[in-house]
């Protein structure tokens, strides 16, 4: 395709921080490019990730909506900014997103996609009531996940415009190098935030430091609750927990892991999990609909109930004294990943329907 039939599509976000909404955009970006022309606009601030948008060459403006007194004029500067720009076709990315954006772009006859990456994803009756207000207007709506889609049709969304894509990584291949020969490393990427289950495996840690002496725990990512986390893991002196913070490099960190593990209450469908099973680390989720649809226990990692610490110590001691079931297991999970969760084909998948919307496939 020409450069000057190439698609025009603008990516609304609220900001760019390290997330796996704005890695997904990140990583897909190489293969998007050869058909596809990209600005992104931020609604409130640019985020960690703009710098690493721009170094690639792609455009990010900031809209700057953080003051409520000033959001009437913030609103006009978007439809200028949306009206000057000239897509073909506005993606929207998270709620505030798919509320302001999706607004915007229909009042400027813009073709409109957002994409839902959570379940539960309301933080507000406003939010809420306007989301589901305006899931007719939009040309498409995609969820990442049957569970995500699910979460969608109980609160009464009209599902025959809803599309699922999953997320997508890199598939990187087995990797038996760079792990540790003394230490058994277990990794653990997410937000820090109560819902993720850190908590739960403090505890198991707790129980296995008693049976096992060359544990270490790696705890990378940030949030509001990290305060409480180190102090509780200096309440159960573990001294074998080592908080990495954010990291840009985390296909390098699971690479030096053993296995990974995400107990978490609810999720969309977590990057962190395909990102460990695309360098072939099993990894132990919690039996969550979400973690389900890409984990079949035994098969390219291990299910556990949510919640349940003393099962997870359980599948953390198989998994330590079973070497080989966990190079069954990563070897297993290299061959779902570029199957059904490759960067490639969900980008075929966003490229097509970009496409039908446009009318230029």
């Known amino acids: 395709m020409q450069e000057n039939r190439k698609i025009k599509v603008i990516y609304i976000y609220p900001s760019l921080p390290l997330g796996g909404a704005e890695k997904g955009l990140l990583d897909m970006l190489d293969l998007l490019r050869s058909r596809l022309t990209i600005k992104i606009i931020t609604l409130f601030s640019k985020?960690?990730?703009?710098?690493?948008?721009?170094?690639?060459?792609?455009?990010?403006?900031?809209?700057?909506m953080n003051s409520g007194a000033l959001f009437p004029l913030k609103l006009i500067s978007l439809i200028k900014l949306l009206k000057d720009s000239k897509p073909n076709v506005v993606h929207t990315h998270l709620v505030v997103s798919n509320i302001v954006g999706v607004l915007v772009a229909k009042i400027l006859g813009i073709p409109v996609i957002s994409t839902v990456h959570n379940v539960n994803q309301w933080r507000s009756t406003f939010k809420r009531f306007f989301d589901r207000l305006l899931y007719p207007l939009r040309d498409c709506t995609i969820v990442v996940s049957h569970e995500v889609g699910k979460d969608l049709k109980r609160v009464g969304v009209?599902?025959?415009?809803?599309?699922?894509?999953?997320?997508?990584?890199?598939?990187?291949?087995?990797?038996?190098?760079?792990?540790?020969?003394?230490?058994?490393?277990?990794?653990?990427v997410s937000r820090i935030v109560p819902r993720k289950g850190h908590k739960i495996f403090f505890k198991s840690l707790y129980n296995l430091n008693?049976?096992?002496?060359?544990?270490?725990?790696?705890?990378?990512?940030?949030?509001?609750?990290?305060?409480?986390?180190?102090?509780?893991?200096?309440?159960?002196?573990?001294?074998?927990?080592?908080?990495?913070?954010?990291?840009?490099?985390?296909?390098?960190?699971?690479?030096?892991?053993?296995?990974?593990?995400?107990?978490?209450?609810?999720?969309?469908l977590p990057i962190a999990v395909l990102e460990s099973l695309a360098v072939g680390v099993p990894v132990i989720v919690s039996n969550i609909d979400a973690n389900m649809e890409v984990v079949e226990h035994r098969k390219v990692g291990l299910v556990m109930e949510k919640r349940n610490h003393e099962q997870l110590s359980k599948l953390l001691s198989l998994s330590i004294d079973?070497?080989?079931?966990r190079r069954r297991l990563g070897r297993n999970a290299v061959i779902k990943i570029k199957r059904f969760f490759s960067i490639e084909r969900i980008s075929d998948d966003l490229l097509a329907l970009y496409s039908e919307l446009t009318h230029q496939g």
């Open 210 to 268: 008693e049976i096992y002496n060359n544990l270490s725990a790696w705890i990378v990512g940030d949030g509001f609750y990290m305060d409480e986390l180190v102090r509780f893991v200096k309440n159960l002196r573990l001294n074998n927990v080592v908080f990495m913070g954010k990291r840009l490099d985390v296909d390098r960190i699971f690479a030096r892991c053993d296995v990974s593990l995400l107990p978490s209450k609810r999720e969309g």
């Open 47 to 64: 985020g960690e990730l703009a710098s690493q948008f721009e170094k690639k060459g792609v455009s990010v403006e900031e809209v700057g």
């Open 322 to 325: 079973n070497p080989a079931l």
């Open 158 to 188: 009209y599902m025959e415009k809803v599309k699922i894509i999953h997320n997508g990584v890199h598939a990187k291949g087995f990797v038996s190098d760079g792990k540790s020969n003394s230490k058994f490393i277990i990794g653990f």
